[in-house]
């Protein structure tokens, strides 16, 4: 039998004809029910783009004009992002790129992912203030701190600016979490509250990050950021972030100014500038309520409530970690140089005869610091004096460049040995391990009840497209997986990960060993999904076999049963 083993240190096919036109009928009603654009947009229209529309979601697209650089859209007929994830999607990795296409509407995805990701701000205003509305906002936030204790000040921060300083806001030993009175006396006294990780309190960012996570690849965390009209801005420096960040405005509406990168791609930890140091602002603008802001990492970007009303923004981010081409070559070049010495002769081969004689940096006669011509006192040139020996050993010896050339030729040949497919398994199992588990409308309970019934005519498939991994591990064939990852640990620090108590009986599977005969049949299935298989058709020697793996992976969460009627 495999072994279950502890944790570990395109979209695909369309939705059915028949959800395709009840999503499209509430569409339109939608569309019937939207504000309609004001005769000043109108004017200010530049373009209209014609795109296909993804089977159940009808957007009109309009682009309405440009500030600064940076485009703004206009989109006149939103879903609310309830029926966006309680829609009836066949391949969870479609149903992810429709949450995604509804989060950043109008701009399709495609176009996001080519001219914005990772590249250059975007603003989207929509004229729509309940776009967000789904995500929360205060009340919720306090609606949920009755039903669920948020500690205070791990999980919930209060900061104010007193007197040129950030000041932490502070309540009686006796309040160690966060109710609805204790928000209030906050906001009252100009407090800022930043809720993190809402993901793991709030049902409707747990769907989205869930979501996001799904679409993009990359492990995401939230916060909600909540003030009064009198609050001004926590940060009197401005952050650089290390991070891509989407911001969503759910109510009030905040002033926005953006500045040039003073580092292009920061990969580090985020630095604060004051504003003295970043120039003049590229962006300065206002977004309110069902507005969004893209922010690549490196943009230096201030955020203060503007208006009347409580201000609420919900900050989707990238976690900057091991997802750069820094990370995947530090991981790729050690290992392709072990098969190299292992393939190859010539990387076995010694180097030149007394080479130390003619490399190093002595021997550097390119560098500027090396020169046949010196400056007199008044800055003229002067030829120095040197004799014919001197002169002879000044110039470059012909063999720094053989040298050169060998080790540049051995270089490139490594590409050949680069483990492209290996080192994408080494990143993605972390990613695997940490990321947040889909919402999935299928209790737990019924599937370990519906596991002991499988036979070798049960119809089954996988729980998402995404939800295994198969890694290739000495002689074991080892299905990873995040189906059991804990909603409450995602998000945390990375200290915070490796202190978490673990319970040795009960720690959740992320990987399941099986010997390599079992690979085939581990890739069927998951080539079958989003199709649903008979039992007795995964291509394993024995009916014995075939339901015991099924029943294993059911167990596990891996697999669900069709219900039949």
Not at 158 to 176: D, E
Not at 454 to 483: Q, S
Request: charged share 25%; hydrophobic share 35%; proline share 7%.
């Amino acid at each position: 039998m495999p072994k279950k083993r502890g944790r570990a240190t395109s979209l695909g096919q369309q939705v059915k004809a028949e959800e395709t036109k009840k999503a499209k009928s509430k569409a339109s009603k939608k569309k019937d029910a939207a504000p309609p654009i004001t005769s000043s947009m109108k004017e200010e229209i530049e373009n209209v783009e014609d795109r296909p529309q993804i089977e159940d979601q009808i957007v009109e697209e309009e682009f309405i004009g440009t500030m600064d650089g940076t485009q703004f859209f206009q989109s006149e007929t939103p879903s609310s992002f309830k029926e966006m994830t309680k829609t009836k999607v066949a391949d969870s990795s479609l149903h992810a790129s429709l949450v995604f296409e509804w989060m950043i509407s109008p701009v399709p995805s495609e176009k996001f992912i080519d001219a914005y990701w990772d590249r250059k701000p975007l603003i989207i205003k929509r004229n729509f203030p309940e776009y967000y509305q789904g995500l929360g906002d205060l009340q919720r936030v306090k609606k949920t701190s009755k039903i669920r204790p948020i500690p205070i000040p791990k999980t919930l921060e209060a900061i104010k600016m007193q007197h040129g300083k950030r000041v932490m806001g502070s309540l009686p030993i006796s309040t160690k979490t966060a109710t609805p009175e204790a928000m209030d006396t906050l906001l009252k006294n100009n407090y800022h509250l930043h809720l993190h990780h809402p993901q793991q309190y709030i049902k409707s960012i747990w769907r989205l990050v869930a979501y996001l996570e799904d679409f993009l690849g990359f492990p995401m965390n939230a916060t909600y950021e909540m003030s009064s009209p009198q609050s001004a801005d926590p940060h009197p420096l401005i952050s650089a972030s290390n991070t891509d960040r989407f911001i969503l405005q759910s109510e009030g509406s905040s002033a926005i100014r953006m500045f040039s990168p003073p580092i292009q791609l920061p990969y580090t930890e985020s630095k604060n500038y004051p504003a003295s140091e970043l120039g003049d602002a590229i962006l300065d603008s206002t977004i309110s309520a069902g507005d969004l802001l893209y922010v690549p990492r490196g943009f230096p970007v201030s955020m203060t409530s503007s208006g009347e009303g409580h201000n609420t923004r919900i900050l989707i981010h990238t976690i900057p970690e091991n997802n750069n081409w820094f990370h995947f070559f530090s991981l790729a070049i050690p290992r392709a140089l072990e098969l190299a010495v292992e393939e190859d002769p010539s990387y076995r081969e010694l180097l030149p005869v007394n080479f130390h004689s003619y490399m190093g940096v002595m021997f550097d006669r390119s560098d500027p610091n090396f020169t046949e011509n010196s400056e007199d006192s008044h800055g003229n040139p002067e030829k120095a004096e040197v004799s014919e020996d001197s002169q002879e050993s000044s110039q470059t010896d012909p063999r720094r460049g053989e040298f050169e050339n060998v080790a540049t030729q051995r270089f490139f040949n490594l590409k050949k040995f680069l483990p492209f497919d290996g080192v994408s398994d080494q990143l993605a199992i972390p990613f695997l391990e940490r990321r947040i588990v889909l919402p999935s409308d299928i209790d737990r309970d019924s599937i370990l009840k519906e596991s002991k019934l499988i036979n070798i005519d049960t119809m089954v498939r996988l729980v998402a497209k995404n939800a295994v991994r198969i890694v290739i591990e000495g002689e074991f064939c080892c299905l990873y997986t995040y189906v059991n990852n804990d909603r409450n640990l995602h998000g945390i620090s990375t200290q915070e990960w490796n202190e978490r108590p673990i319970d040795d009986e009960n720690q959740p599977v992320s990987c399941i060993e099986y010997s390599m005969s079992y690979g085939p049949a581990l890739e069927f299935i998951i080539d079958s999904y989003p199709g649903w298989i008979k039992v007795d058709s995964i291509p394993l020697d024995s009916a014995e076999e075939q339901r015991d793996l099924a029943q294993q992976l059911a167990e596990n969460g891996i697999l669900q049963v069709e219900k039949l009627t």
